[in-house]
């Protein structure tokens, strides 16, 4: 009956039970008569007291339920339906603001256009990672974000004078031949800008994907752990031939 309104089979079930109930029942009453699973009953006991349409009370420590009186819920039904109907009429529906595409750009003056435009834009924070002669152009940009009071830090490639802007620097061994020019610019968690050289230019991806902006930012992260972890242990990991040879192998 009420699954007509919405409920799910079971609610009904006992909502019938105890309707057709001229005194209160317990559980396993109710589990008989309604052919709903032991397992099940409580959950559906609780999900109807929730909605308003059963009534609770103890006899002896025993949990009693009763139906709500049928005209009273027919009444209870109603108004819930017309305010429902009410609701609907002066709802707005608009599309959820997601953009899961993925833009390419091969461009390096387009993609440097780009990471100046994302850094204008932000509002509370600015990841950026890249060489240290790719940044330094972008500096008096993130200087003045900083006094805005935007949140930034900054993982550079080489040696780089960043002034009072929180900043890690990664000074590359000179065996380090596998280490390769990159950019990465992350705004707000919202929005990336990722680069790298493939064919002796830089190409690169900018998107406002969930996903790829979680990624991003822990790749981020994972290379400032690793910069400092190696900053301060530099004597001992390069003294370890498995060790080293590994870091000798990333490329980022």
Not at 124 to 148: M, N, R, V
Not at 224 to 232: D, F, N, Q, R
Request: glycine content about 4%; some cysteine.
């Amino acid at each position: 009956m009420l699954q007509k309104f919405g409920f799910t089979q079971y609610e009904s079930q006992v909502f019938e039970v105890l309707t057709a109930s001229n005194s209160p029942m317990d559980a396993t009453t109710i589990v008989k008569y309604s052919q709903v699973p032991k397992s099940k009953v409580y959950e559906v006991l609780q999900r109807l007291v929730e909605k308003g349409m059963i009534l609770t009370s103890f006899n002896d420590r025993k949990k009693l339920y009763t139906a709500l009186p049928l005209e009273t819920t027919i009444e209870k039904l109603t108004s819930e339906f017309q305010s429902n109907v009410e609701e609907l009429k002066i709802k707005e529906f608009s599309l959820p603001d997601s953009d899961d595409r993925v833009w390419t750009l091969q461009n390096d003056t387009s993609i440097s256009v780009l990471i100046k435009e994302c850094i204008q834009k932000a509002d509370k924070q600015i990841l950026i990672t890249g060489w240290s002669d790719e940044l330094t152009p972008l500096l008096p940009h993130l200087q003045k974000k900083h006094k805005e009071g935007v949140n930034i830090e900054l993982l550079s490639v080489g040696d780089l004078d960043t002034g009072n802007i929180p900043s890690h620097l990664l000074l590359p061994d000179e065996q380090h031949e596998a280490l390769e020019r990159h950019k990465i610019v992350i705004v707000d968690e919202q929005e990336i800008l990722f680069a790298g050289v493939e064919k002796g230019y830089f190409q690169g991806i900018h998107t406002l994907s969930k996903p790829l902006v979680k990624f991003f930012t822990e790749f981020f992260y994972h290379d400032v752990a690793l910069t400092e972890i190696t900053k301060k242990y530099e004597s001992v990991l390069i003294e370890d031939d498995e060790i080293r040879e590994i870091l000798m192998k990333l490329r980022y």
